[in-house]
C-alpha cells in the first residue's frame, strides 16, 4: 500500500477516490445467520478485509487529495453497516466491520477536514448490485453494477463538504449510522 501510494504521487493530487473494496464471503464461508454460528477467525478477517484495510488506505492515500480545493474520499459501505437501522439481525461479521469502518470513516473525516476543510468523506451504499459480492444473496431485481455507480457519482457530486462523513445510499438518502 505504501508503494502504490509513493508511485502515484507522482500523478496527483488527486479530486476524487473511490475505495470498492471489501467481501462478504471470505474463504468460502458467507454472512453468520445466527450468533452460534460466529468465528473467532471468520470475524477478524472480516474485520481485517472490510475496516482495517480501507483505514490503511485512508492513511496513506489522503495526503494525496488536492489542497484548497473541493475533494471527494467515497468508500463503498453497506446499509447493514447502520447500527441504528439493523432489524434482522444476522450477518455478525459483516455488519461489525461495515460498523467499524464507519466509524473510521468518520474520525477521519474530522481530522481530513482540519487540512482540507472543502473535502468530502462519503461512506456509500450503492443498493442491491448484481456483482461477485453479493451474486448469492440477490435476486432477480438488483441494478446493473453500471447504474449503480451513475447514480453514486450523481450523489458524490451533490454532496457538500461538513467536517464529518456522510452516510448516504445510491438515492442520495442519509442513511443513520
Sequence with gaps: MVACAQALEA????????????????????????????????????????????????????PLLASGQRVIWAKLSARVGSIEDNRKGGWYGYRAAKAALNMLLQTAAIEIARRRPLAVVAALQPGTVRSALSQPFV???????????????AVLDALQPTGRAQFVDYQGQTILW
Design 11 to 62: 500523478i496527483g493530487p488527486f479530486h476524487l477516490v473511490i475505495d470498492a473494496t471489501g467481501a462478504l464471503v471470505l474463504d468460502g464461508v458467507g454472512p453468520e445467520k445466527r450468533l452460534d454460528e460466529l468465528n473467532a477467525r471468520h470475524l477478524l478477517d472480516a474485520m481485517a478485509l472490510n475496516a482495517v484495510g480501507p483505514a490503511l488506505l485512508l492513511k496513506h492515500f489522503s
Design 139 to 153: 435476486g432477480a431485481d438488483a441494478m446493473a453494477p453500471e447504474d449503480s455507480a451513475q447514480r453514486l457519482l
